[in-house]
Structures are given as C-alpha cells and as structure tokens.
C-alpha cells in the first residue's frame, strides 16, 4: 500500500471535483435544454430562485463561484430572454437587484420538480452520512 502525503490526496479531490462539474454541467445543460437554457444559466435562475433575499449581479457571482462579468453576460441574456428583471436598489445607485419574473419563476419551479427526481436517481446508492460529510469538505474547501 503506498501512502500519499496529503496535499497529494487533496489534488486528488480536485481533479475528481473538476470531473464531476463537467458532468454536472452536462446533465445541467440536458435538463434545462428544453426551457432554451444552460446549465450555467439554470444556475442563476436557482440562484435568484432559491434566494431568501434580493440579490445583485456581485452577489450571485460569489453564490455561483464565477466571475461579476460572466454573470452579468448571462443576466443580460435572461433579461432579453424575458426571465429576469431589475429593481432599483436603494443601497446602490447602480448595483441593481436581479429578480425572476414570472416565466423565470415557473420554469425555475419546473426546473426544480426535474432535478428533484435526478437527484433521488443518483443518490440512491451513497450514504446519508457520505453524503452530509462529502457536502462538509466541499463547504471547508470553498472557505
């Protein structure tokens, strides 16, 4: 048995995290493909969707991991597309609030309802407890 140091495991992980959001994003992209979105998209919708507050386009970079202007990109492509609006922000003079409208809400709901039944598919065969500790280690390595 060879015993790896453990920045060597933690590569490990990484490159296992790479390949799983590729497929995460393959499947993403199916499931949405047929509201004429992706999976980059879906991610703002739920995003604005499952958020309890109102959120700017800075705030759901950081929820999404991704850059302020990737997200502003998808967000104008939303907005064209009729499933986002801005509200004026009165803490901000430019930051605006991004918020779904109501096709943006019904295909989020729908969206939602469709991943529900993915997720029981393919976790049906991991453990509650590998579950809540895998989702521990990720949160401690996003920090």
């Known amino acids: 048995m060879i015993i790896q140091p453990k920045h060597e495991i933690f590569t490990l992980v990484v490159l296992e ?3 799983v959001v590729g497929q ?4 993403g ?5 047929e509201f004429n979105l ?4 879906w991610k703002v919708l739920g995003t604005i969707g499952l958020s309890k507050q109102l ?3 800075s705030e759901i970079s950081r929820h999404v991991g991704q850059s302020r ?3 502003q990109r998808l967000v104008d492509i939303m907005l064209d597309d009729g499933l986002l609006i801005m509200e004026e922000n009165p803490n ?8 779904l409208t109501k096709l943006g809400q019904k295909i989020h709901e ?3 309802v469709k991943q529900i039944d993915w997720a029981k598919k393919y976790s049906a065969d991991i453990d509650k407890k590998n579950l809540e500790r895998t989702l521990e280690v990720l949160k401690q390595i996003s920090r």
């Open 29 to 33: 992209d199916n499931m949405s493909r």
């Open 17 to 19: 995290v790479f390949k």
């Open 69 to 71: 202007q990737a997200v």
């Open 92 to 99: 901000h003079k430019r930051a605006k609030y991004i918020k």
């Open 55 to 57: 959120l700017t386009v």
């Open 110 to 112: 729908r969206l939602y």
């Open 38 to 41: 992706t999976a980059s998209r």
């Open 24 to 27: 995460l994003n393959i499947d």
